[in-house]
């Protein structure tokens, strides 16, 4: 599965692999199944 | 000259007038498609010390927490969000204690629009940054607020949901001038 996109300014693009290894390890998931997160 | 913010075409703008108007457009960024994070351009600068910067119609794939990141700093925030919802049926408080990033609101994924609104105080200046604001969104309302507490001067923010990507809406940033 491709790496999800990164916007900076006007300009998205596709996040490089070090960028998503940071957004996973900070507890981002991109898991669709997830139910709406309670605040 | 007529006075501020009548404006008429053409008009002389005087300085001693214009200088009183307390508040300017810095930047708005429109978030874009399915975008993990959505980092402004630079928005912080010498130019003003506080700044207010609205969040609104960003929708997200999940829903969830809205979350800041002054920079690329994702370490020494503290802080606190109260939620409550429209129902009655929840409310309570999320907290960091030296987290990775600061809780802004939630991220909307129904068609209602969510909103954010905060002050950030000396985002640019080398000391801690703070913020104070409050929020609506997925039935959720509540005010928040936190600090940066490293001496960091930064230029840019970051939004992201706790989970899945966001689409649309805008981030306005508007500078006090005094």
């Given at each position: 599965m491709s790496n999800p996109n990164i916007?900076?300014?006007d300009e998205v693009r596709q996040m490089t692999d070090e960028e998503y290894a940071e957004?996973?390890?900070s507890g981002w998931t991109l898991d669709t199944s997830l139910e709406p997160i309670e605040p | 000259m007529a006075t501020p913010p009548?404006?008429?075409?053409a008009e002389i703008l005087y300085a001693s007038q214009l200088n009183k108007v307390g508040m300017w457009l810095v930047s708005k960024t429109t978030v874009g498609t399915a975008v993990a994070t959505a980092t402004t351009g630079t928005v912080f600068?010498?130019?003003y010390d506080n700044y207010r910067v609205i969040i609104r119609g960003v929708k997200s794939s999940?829903?969830?927490?809205l979350l800041l990141n002054f920079g690329a700093t994702v370490t020494g925030y503290y802080g606190s969000l109260y939620y409550d919802s429209?129902?009655?049926?929840?409310?309570g408080a999320l907290r960091r204690n030296n987290g990775a990033n600061l809780q802004i609101g939630t991220a909307e994924n129904s068609s209602a629009e969510q909103v954010t609104s905060m002050d950030i105080a000396n985002p640019f200046l080398a000391m801690s940054t703070s913020l104070s604001g409050t929020?609506?969104?997925?039935?959720?309302?509540?005010?928040?607020?936190?600090?940066?507490?490293?001496s960091t001067s930064f230029t840019t923010l970051t939004i992201r949901a706790d989970g899945g990507t966001l689409t649309g809406g805008s981030i306005f940033v508007y500078g006090y001038r005094y």
């Open positions: 916007q900076i300014d957004l996973l390890a | 009548n404006f008429v075409d600068s010498s130019d999940l829903g969830g927490n429209y129902t009655g049926a929840t409310t929020y609506y969104g997925n039935a959720f309302s509540g005010w928040f607020g936190g600090t940066q507490a490293s």
